[in-house]
T-cell receptor, first 111, second 111 residues
Framework: DAGITQSPRHKVTETGTPVTLRCHQT?????MYWYRQDPGHGLRLIHY???????DKGEVSDGYSVSRSKTEDFLLTLESATSSQTSVYFC??????????FGPGTRLTVT | DAKTTQPPSMDCAEGRAANLPCNHS???????VYWYRQIHSQGPQYIIH???NNETNEMASLIITEDRKSSTLILPHATLRDTAVYYC????????????FGAGTQVVVTP
């Protein structure tokens, strides 16, 4: 597997609390992505980054913010978690425009 | 990006070739065909991609029709570990990272 780790792997939190998910890579890839996966919706892009401090929105970015202060880390923050954000979150990286490599995922439950 | 159509499910006997079809009749000239798969509870895994020529790597072969309106992913000797959801994705070369995952094909390899 490509050198991608996600933390935490599982988290249960209450509605209204802030949550930060971390994606860490050791591949020095330029591009990093956050997806969420829900039954019936497949994988959907939340935000992506094309370099340090360079980020852009995906198709389901409302309620999420991201930061990338160094090449290896891409943080996804839910400022005030809602039950609709219960999901499995995947981070991915790529260097070229072709293949993306995905992390193991973080299962988030908002109660 | 063009839309793809895949059968929802298919079975394959272990040791036999698995041929996974994908229809992308509205594909444009600058759009590549990508295949990913997702084994249960894991992150998606890149398999192969192509533009118009047939491609082969250590995992699979990709056959694209001459008119580029459909393609077939071939797993030459399916194993039980190939049981997964397989996604066919069409993406333009200038849409970095924006993979649009559909429902995919659930492939079950049986002994």
């Amino acid at each position: 597997d490509a050198g991608i780790t996600q933390s935490p792997r599982h988290k249960v939190t209450e509605t209204g609390t802030p949550v930060t998910l971390r994606c860490h890579q050791t591949e020095n890839h330029r591009y990093m992505y956050w997806y969420r996966q829900d039954p019936g919706h497949g994988l959907r892009l939340i935000h992506y980054s094309y370099g340090v401090k360079d980020t852009d929105k995906g198709e389901v970015s409302d309620g999420y913010s991201v930061s990338r202060s160094k090449t290896e880390d891409f943080l996804l923050t839910l400022e005030s978690a809602t039950s609709s954000q219960t999901s499995v979150y995947f981070c991915a990286i790529s260097e070229r425009e072709y293949e993306q490599y995905f992390g193991p995922g973080t299962r988030l439950t908002v109660t | 990006d063009a839309k793809t159509t895949q059968p929802p499910s298919m079975d394959c006997a272990e040791g036999r070739a698995a041929n996974l079809p994908c229809n992308h009749s509205t594909i444009s000239g600058n759009e590549y065909v990508y295949w990913y798969r997702q084994i249960h509870s894991q992150g998606p895994q890149y398999i192969i991609h192509g533009l118009k020529n047939n491609e082969t790597n250590e995992m699979a072969s990709l056959i694209i029709t001459e008119d580029r309106k459909s393609s077939t992913l071939i797993l030459p000797h399916a194993t039980l570990r190939d049981t997964a959801v397989y996604y066919c994705i069409v993406r333009a070369t200038d849409s970095w990272g924006k993979l649009q995952f559909g429902a995919g094909t659930q492939v079950v390899v049986t002994p």
